[in-house]
Each structure stands twice: as structure tokens, then as C-alpha cells.
């Protein structure tokens, strides 16, 4: 068979749950009416005020999948500078307008800062949902980064937590945390008639009764959540990727199976996966090339739309369809980018080059029909599964077969195959 470029208007993928909605492209630009009034939680961790610029680090190949020893530097995205406060300023208070008009009644919205942005945002957030619908600042305290000597060491975000109305939603007893081990250095133990224990405090004329067996929740102070570790299994290798257990914690308080959760700089994609593992809808943009492969990549178990521009580039692709009973199995040869592709940016070892199918990250195959390519099946590079498959079964219904590769500098491209006379 002959393989060609392809183009669509949309990509689904097929598979289980709620689904949800992945598109490339600038929030504060798209449009979005449809989706204006429908999200229960907004979770946001735009881009902050270090001046510096991010790369993901990706692995390449099997080798760089099994070792982490062969991969490249991709830009990922930049901050504003420290000096752009008024170009930050006028960024964060459209993303916030256009998250307030995306939400529903009873919904939130938590906003990630740190030390530099933390003031700034929450005069911004005051002027957009009103210094009434403030709920917390959560602070969220990990043991990374590094010691000063000239201040006092930096260990903390702040997660700034508003509602949009008095109509606010929230159900604390959704994420118990583990008790507090502090609770018994000042408080005397007893046992109740039913052989209960517990521990009181008596204060202002006032007992207060903690039993032993009842769950603890959580306070504003986070330090039950560790940050992201290097051999952590959930890492992408994309900058600033935040743990599920964080985004747990949020979305399950504050909405409901089925309903909608938003990231509007979804960047590595954990509040969408967080979302969709249990059973919650949801949707995300990014204008960043990188960051739609890493959360492709980890949304391929999930039932979702990507709305996402195909790369010209000069690569070549050999593959093959074979029909079967009820299914056609789809097989990926060869794979060829254009010479040194790697060349302008930084990777290990120096000089790494990619051949043949180390250069895929990604690949999914399925059928191409009235501008719609459904996803089948897909193979994608993972710690758990540095290699490839080789070939994937997509179903014989109606449409022409089709195969999605997504390479390693995150560009997507789609291709159908003809026989050749």
C-alpha cells in the first residue's frame, strides 16, 4: 500500500467513561460558547512571573524509554518576566473572566500560584468573582527545591479557592485525609459505653469530642501531598507537572460524577486525567505543541475529542491494512524523518540522532470517515511500555483505514493508505 497525507476536521478517540474535550489553541482566543455556564470546576496553573523558559524532556526511543538515558529538550512554555507585571496583570484577569463565564452557578475555581504572583492574583480574582466568593488560600507545602542563606528557604504554593455564587458546591467528606498526629499530644483519651475511643478537649466552658475511628479532612495547610519525584511513574517529563493526588482533592470535593471539569493551560494534562479516572467530563487547552502529545499520550485510555493541526513535515511512513473476520490489522513498518531532526535542540547523549521507528512517540490507528478520524486502537511509549506495538486491530465498519503518529517533537500527522496499481 501507498500511504498519503490525510487531513480531518476532528479526531476521536474511542474509547470508555464520560469523556471529554482536548484542544490546541489560546483559551483567551477560541471560542468557547459552547461550553459557557457548563463547568463545575475550573482548576488554572497558567504560566507565572520568573522571566525563565521551560522544556520538556522527553525520552526517545526504546533505549531512552527503558534507561532514560537517550532524550531531548523541547520548549514547553515561557513566563512573563518579573518587570511585565502589567502584561501579567491584564493575561490573568482575561483567563479569569473567561473561566467566570464558563462555570457554572454552583461551581469553583482554583487558581496555582507561588511567592510571585500569589499577592497580585488575588486582587485580580477579588475584582472577577467578588472578595465574597473567596473560600481559601490553600497552601500547599512540599519538601523539593532547594536551602537559601539569604531568606527563608521557599517550600510552599498557594492554591487560591473562590466560588462563583452563594450557590457554591462543596462536599468535604469526599476527600479524607490521614489523621492528624498531633491531635493526641494535648488531648486526654477515653472510651465511650460502646467501647468507642476518643479524645475531648474542653475549652470555654465547651467539650469537644474527636473519636479515633472517624476520618480526618483536610484544613488550608497541605503537606500530606508530596510534589513530583524523578522515578514518580505518573512523570511526563514535563515542566511544573503537579501530582493526581493534588487535583484529587480539588475536583472530587467540588463536583459530581459526570460533570465538567475545565484546565484552560492544561500544560501536562493532570487535572484532565485526574477528571476522567473518575468519571468526570472534562475539558483542556494549551497553545503548546509538547503539551498536546503529553496529554494525548496520557488521555489514550479516556473516551475524548482532540481538535489539534497536522504538521507538514517531510517524513515517510510505510504500514499496512489487512481485512479479517470483523477486524482490520493495522501494522506500522517504517517510520523515516528528514535528516538530524533533533539537531536545534538540546538532548543526551550529544549528537543523538533518531532512525526509523524511535522516532514515533505515539501511534493509533482507525478509520477516517466524513472528516472524522475515530482512534480504534493505540500504541504509545511509556515507562511501563518503552516499545512500540507493531500492529493494532481496528474494527471493520464503514470508512477508510487510517493511522495517527505523533513523533517525538510532538508533531501530529495523520495518513491513509492506497493499493498500489
Known sequence: MIWQRAECLREINDQSGPGGSLIFGDALNMNLDAYTGQAQCIYLDPPGMSGSSFSCR?????????????????????DFSAVSGKEYDAF????????????????SVFLHTDQFTAARARNLLDGVFGQENFRNEIIWRYQTGGRSKRYFSRKHDSILFYAKSPAHFFDITRVPSQKKSDRANHMKRRVDEKGRSYRSLTTGGKT???YDDEPAYPDDVWEDVSSMQQKD???TGYPAQKPQALLERM????????????????GSGTALITAAAHGRRFLGLDNSAIAMSVCRKRLAPYSHACEASFHD???????????????????????TLPANPLEPYSRYPAGLDVAGLDGVDQWYAGLLNNGVFTAYNGSIRQKQTPELARALEVPLLRGTV???????????SLWTGTRAV
Open 251 to 266: 475536583i472530587l470535593s467540588t463536583t459530581d460524577p459526570g460533570d465538567l471539569v475545565a484546565d484552560l493551560t492544561c
Open 402 to 412: 487510517a493511522i495517527l503518529i505523533v513523533d517525538v517533537l510532538g508533531r501530529r
Open 58 to 78: 522527553l525520552r526517545v526511543g526504546d533505549q531512552g524509554w527503558q534507561t532514560g538515558k537517550r532524550y531531548v529538550d523541547l520548549p514547553a512554555y515561557m
Open 313 to 335: 513535515s517531510d517524513a515517510l511512513v510505510d504500514a499496512s491494512a489487512l481485512a479479517g473476520i470483523g477486524y482490520y490489522t493495522v501494522s506500522l513498518h517504517a517510520h
Open 233 to 235: 511513574p505518573q512523570r
Open 208 to 210: 469537644y469530642i474527636y
Open 92 to 107: 490573568l484577569e482575561k483567563l479569569l473572566r473567561r473561566a467566570h463565564g464558563l462555570m457554572t452557578e454552583s461551581g
